[in-house]
């Protein structure tokens, strides 16, 4: 029995969503995300969104809950946003930004320069004494975690 997918989602103010055609659009005060679902029954009555299954089969099972947890992630990212940090822990480990661009120096012989997505938001804190720590921000859960992922996959 989904426990995750029966509790209901609340709308907060500011936010808006819509369904048509298996799609779930999410529109918040930082953006606009959109999902695609299929075999789950989605409404919206008083800013509640409830999600049923039609049986259940395993695979309705975990669909959902996989599709009210990605919900509530988008409007939880639109309407707050999602932060990670990363602490560069090294001998000489170095981060910097310039714009979009995040310049690693983790032990190579040569830099590593990142071209980040521009729905993420990258700033690079590095104090005396202390390990760099780079800092993302977005409002798309999924995406945020993905950078951050490829971030560590470097040391």
Known sequence: MSRIGKSPITVPEGVTVNINDGIVTVKGKLGELSQ?????DITIEDGVITLERPSDKKEHKAKH?????????????VSNGFTHELEL???GYRATNQGQKLDL????SHNIVL??????KVETISDKGKNPIVKLT???KQLVGQ????IRSFR
């Open 147 to 150: 950078i951050a992922a490829k």
């Open 36 to 40: 695609e679902f299929s075999e789950i």
């Open 105 to 108: 120096a983790v032990g190579y």
């Open 115 to 120: 071209d980040l997505a521009p729905e993420v």
């Open 89 to 91: 822990v090294g001998v």
């Open 138 to 140: 977005s409002h798309d």
């Open 65 to 77: 809950g996989l599709y009210r947890a990605l919900i509530n992630n988008m409007i939880e990212g």
